[in-house]
């Protein structure tokens, strides 16, 4: 916040300065490449350039990767984490957030009208994107149809660091509402380690003994954490 209250806004220098030259070399790289021989900050830098105009935005990228350890934690942080830094305001706060947004729309479009099963790798890359930076534990369930498309995935429970309630009669009750064949569970690990607590096994079974008599099938129980995200039938957990 700035003086009086008012949300920090975001930092407008004078007119034409050193980095206009810079702005339009590194579009032009952009423009005419696929951006693999660009560091992750400058893409960012293209980005930033957008939201915030009249600024040499190349500290402030460098910023956001070295803070936040990656670009893509840097786009899913906070909006009040983003404008502690220097040069960062509501606005563009708000703008990052919408990219990152953007984001998992585009993933969500891949498994979309699509058999989850045979389309795994865009599922995976989904959840990744939903809830690999979250910083609290959030559970989610994927409904899928006869055919294993998708129907619906929504918050089952948010929690602490280490816990997000979940209830196997809740998650029984709305896969009938939905006429669901199948479900997938999904839940993050904020510590960074995806590999299933003794908890995480027993909810699952329990979760799939209340589907059972629905004979709703549970294909898998994903865990997603800070680099992998681990499927608990594949480690034949269920």
């Known amino acids: ?9 975001d930092k407008i ?5 050193h980095y206009h030259g810079h702005r339009e070399r590194i579009r032009q790289r952009i423009m005419k490449s696929d951006g693999a021989h660009l560091d992750d900050y400058e893409i960012l830098e293209i980005l930033l350039c957008a939201f915030i105009p009249r600024v040499d935005v190349r500290p402030i990228a460098k910023t956001m990767v070295d803070r936040f350890g990656t ?3 840097a786009l899913a942080a906070a909006p009040e984490r983003l404008m502690e830094i220097d040069g960062i305001g509501e606005a563009t706060a708000a703008y990052v957030r919408a990219t990152n ?3 998992q729309r585009a993933a969500g479009d891949a498994v979309k009208d699509k058999p989850v099963i ?6 995976l890359n989904y959840v990744k994107l939903k809830l690999r ?4 534990e959030q559970a989610r369930v994927i409904y899928l149809d006869r055919k294993n498309k998708l129907i619906a995935d929504e918050v089952a429970g948010r929690g602490t660091v280490d816990h997000a309630p979940i209830y196997p009669r809740e998650i029984a009750r709305r896969a009938l509402e939905l006429s669901a064949s199948a479900v997938i569970l999904v839940h993050n690990h904020p510590s960074g380690d995806p590999t299933p607590s003794r908890a995480d096994i027993d909810l699952t079974r329990d979760i799939e003994r209340a589907l059972a008599p629905l004979e709703i099938r549970l294909h898998d129980h994903l865990v997603v954490g800070s680099s992998e995200t681990v499927s608990m039938k594949a480690k034949g957990l269920i």
């Not at 220098?13 to 300065?17: E, I, Q």
């Not at 045979?118 to 599922?123: D, G, I």
């Not at 930076?133 to 609290?136: I, L």
Request: glycine fraction near 14%; avoid cysteine.
């Open 1 to 9: 916040m700035g003086d009086g209250g008012k949300p920090k806004a």
């Open 13 to 17: 220098d004078g007119p034409a300065k």
């Open 71 to 73: 670009v893509s934690a």
């Open 101 to 103: 947004l953007l984001m």
């Open 118 to 123: 045979s389309n795994w790798a865009a599922l």
């Open 133 to 136: 930076h979250e910083k609290s």
